[in-house]
């Protein structure tokens, strides 16, 4: 199986600032990486497929980079509807199905 | 307008078997590339990937899952089911269901999701 870490798991920022969250797949997944924002009792909602195409009407302060291994999602200019649960995804035909990340939320300092 | 909402018990006993309904509109499912899958979350965890279902039949499972699941769709009513048999106290999660496309390869439209308690 293809395992995914996220770093940082928590991270404190304030209006404004510039953030990355950092994203790890076990082995190479070309670019079949997604990032979904989580806010409380609410359904994760896409934000970026094949690891930098942002999805329609999502803000473009929100960009990710990446293949193979290492993917980044950065907000450029963080706003308070900003403050939530990150995960990443991987989907892999030959692992056989999709992965989540275990999250980074991100807290207002 | 697409949408998906899942449906089904609140409340499961341990080992019994429970069933979801997710039901889709503004899409269909026979059309080439959609595909349909469920994702849970337990409290305050991680979101899990279950199943996925395209729109050729083709299902994919969490090979990780220590937990037999099925998933199946109707195309006539714009249905998918996901069955869990012998559930557990570990079961208890939000179950989500959501709609992908092949080239996708994520998820893009979500449920609002279900919250499922397996207790006696």
């Known amino acids: 199986d293809i395992q995914l870490t996220q770093s940082p798991s928590f991270l404190s920022a304030s209006v404004g600032d510039r953030i990355t969250i950092t994203c790890r797949a076990s082995q190479g997944i070309r670019t079949s990486l997604a990032w979904y924002q989580q806010k409380p009792g609410k359904a994760p909602y896409l934000l970026i497929y094949?690891?930098?195409t942002l999805q329609s009407q999502v803000p473009s302060r929100f960009s990710g980079r990446g293949s193979g291994t290492e993917f980044t999602l950065t907000i450029r200019s963080l706003q308070p509807e900003d403050f939530a649960t990150y995960y990443c995804?991987?989907?892999?035909?030959?692992?056989?199905?999709?992965?989540f990340g275990p999250g980074t939320k991100v807290d207002l300092k | 307008q697409i949408t998906l909402k899942e449906s089904g018990p609140t409340l499961v006993k341990p080992t019994q078997t429970l069933t979801l309904t997710c039901s889709l509109s503004?899409?269909?499912?026979?059309?080439?590339?959609?595909?349909v899958g469920w994702i849970r979350q337990p409290p305050g965890k991680a979101l899990e990937w279950l199943a996925v279902i395209y729109w050729d039949d083709n299902k994919l499972y969490n090979p990780s899952l220590e937990r037999e699941v099925t998933i199946t769709q109707d195309t006539s009513t714009n249905q998918v089911v996901l069955t869990v048999t012998k559930t557990h106290p570990v079961d208890t999660a939000t179950y989500y269901c959501?709609?992908?496309?092949?080239?996708?390869?994520?998820?893009?439209?979500w449920g609002q999701g279900l919250l499922v308690t397996v207790s006696s």
């Open positions: 995804q991987q989907f892999s035909s030959s692992s056989q199905g999709f992965t």
């Open positions: 959501a709609r992908t496309v092949t080239n996708l390869k994520a998820f893009d439209f």
């Open positions: 503004g899409f269909a499912l026979g059309s080439t590339g959609v595909g």
């Open positions: 094949g690891a930098s």
